[in-house]
């Protein structure tokens, strides 16, 4: 190989790169930024939850279909493609004049991703033919997923510090138009292959199951719930997902072939990133958000509070890589979930008892799940042959916002739900300060006694949202155990013509 093929090879990856850090920023970066947000929007709970839930909502139902229509037009003009929506739907985020405005262009970005995030893997996949090199970049690819998700609060707490709401969106202009630069400059070859059919239909019945599915969860976490709501909610769930597998397994060309389910190795690597995706976006949820509300923690502050998981995550997930050949993938995806699992814990025993000690909880916690992410991509993407690389990087990218969806959806609605079964307030207090802690900090008008009700009453919730991460943690350590028991180091790649 010449050097100037390394050179394209690893301009690749930081063009790549520096997509798919865009996508996961904009996953996290409304955490910080959502309080001044609702402010300025006048955005009720419901618009505060669409706001949030539409970008990984419309993007995981979309996944599996782009990754086959890279398949079909080729994956470099797929992410030109999502680059462009991308930026365009940035600028109508950052400019929007009223919440349901911002909920539309928060979809439209979700399309802009769904079309970049299966073209970055697929491109590294197919363009790192030396296996080595391809663990290395397919580490560094996973450790800028999960730093951009770590980063987003805090880059939404510094834009705030300085400029309007609309920044955190107008950030993502710039680097939208280097990233189509250097495409350019790099001058990849599209690789179509016009044989491989999309079909719209499996997608949108994906979407319509995920809706379902959040819309059962979130009204699980109201008080008091509707029975009508989650039963309908559920029904069009199961209606969905059962239409969605019918219709795969009648086609010719499906957008997902559960044969690949088949390999242990697979089926780990989409777990283990489902299993930390929730863990990450579930801990900065609610950690910026009590933060803010019960510490008074400035949005810039609660930001840099979580970066410390980015912190923790960045070593072990390049290091990751690097000895993948040597450790093999059980001692890093299940040793990583499990080691993860025991920072979730020592976050909560700092949160009771030493800021120092949580700080060194959430760094031990990003330093299991960086391990373990570092290589569940490269188990995901290993184990599939090249032909099938457009499904896998699909079903990786939707095991990565399937998790983060999960956990804002019912991470957010226990901490709800718990808040409002444990708050006792004073005699007269407003009943709308039992709802949510925004709630009660607006009723109380300064009472003392209320907002020190819904202090202790949201610390009691964050407790034991905590601990259900450290449980979910523990649970996919336990699962990749098993199906990864017998792959030792050196086996952690398997590639076969068919499964």
Do not use: C
Not at 123 to 138: D, H, K, Q, S, W
């Amino acid at each position: 190989m010449s050097a100037m093929t390394k050179r394209r090879r690893w301009s690749l990856l930081v063009t790549v790169g520096a997509g798919l850090l865009l996508i996961t920023l904009d996953n996290s970066i409304l955490y910080t930024a959502l309080p001044t947000l609702t402010e300025e929007l006048q955005a009720s709970n419901t618009q505060n939850l669409w706001i949030i839930n539409a970008y990984p909502l419309v993007m995981a139902g979309l996944l599996l279909g782009s990754g086959t229509l890279g398949d079909r037009i080729g994956h470099t003009r797929m992410f030109v493609v999502g680059l462009v929506i991308f930026g365009l739907a940035s600028l109508l985020a950052a400019f929007a004049p009223s919440p349901e405005v911002l909920i539309a262009a928060r979809a439209v970005l979700a399309v802009g991703a769904a079309a970049m995030m299966p073209a970055t893997l697929a491109l590294i996949r197919t363009t790192f033919t030396v296996e080595r090199e391809r663990n290395i970049a397919i580490a560094v690819w996973g450790s800028m997923s999960v730093i951009g998700f770590a980063l987003g609060p805090i880059i939404g707490g510094t834009l705030l510090e300085f400029f309007w709401w609309g920044s955190v969106f107008l950030i993502n202009v710039p680097v939208v138009v280097l990233a189509l630069v250097a495409t350019w400059l790099i001058r990849l070859a599209n690789d179509p292959d016009p044989s491989k059919r999309w079909d719209a239909i499996s997608s949108i019945l994906v979407m319509i199951g995920l809706v379902g599915t959040v819309m059962a969860i979130k009204e699980i976490g109201h008080a008091p719930p509707s029975a009508t709501t989650i039963i309908v909610a559920l029904l069009v769930a199961a209606i969905g997902f059962w239409l969605f597998v019918r219709r795969q397994r009648g086609m010719e060309q499906p957008l997902l072939e559960f044969s690949i389910f088949g390999n242990p190795a697979f089926t780990a690597g989409v777990l283990a990133a489902s299993f930390a995706m929730f863990a990450i976006g579930g801990i900065q949820l609610v950690t910026t958000q009590r933060f803010q509300q019960v510490a008074g923690f400035s949005p810039l502050e609660a930001g840099l509070l979580v970066a410390a998981i980015a912190v923790g995550t960045l070593p072990t997930a390049l290091l990751g890589g690097a000895f993948l050949h040597r450790t093999g993938l059980l001692a890093l995806i299940t040793g990583g979930l499990a080691f993860a699992t025991g920072g979730v814990v020592v976050t909560v025993i700092g949160f009771q008892s030493s800021f120092g000690v949580l700080i060194l909880g959430l760094l031990l916690t990003g330093a299991g799940i960086g391990a373990a992410l570092a290589v569940a991509s490269t188990a995901i993407i290993g184990n599939v042959p090249v032909r099938r690389a457009g499904m896998a990087a699909s079903i990786e990218e939707v095991s990565y916002e399937f998790g983060s969806l999960i956990a804002v959806s019912v991470l957010g609605s226990l901490l709800t739900a718990i808040y409002g079964a444990r708050v006792v307030l004073p005699d007269g207090a407003p009943d709308a300060a039992g709802n949510s802690i925004a709630e009660a900090q607006a009723a109380a008008q300064g009472d003392a006694e209320i907002l020190q009700a819904a202090a202790t009453a949201f610390d009691s919730a964050y407790l034991v949202v905590m601990l259900v991460v450290a449980v979910v943690l523990a649970v996919g350590a336990v699962i990749t155990g098993v199906l990864l028991r017998r792959y030792l180091p050196g086996t952690q790649s398997q590639l076969h013509s068919e499964h």
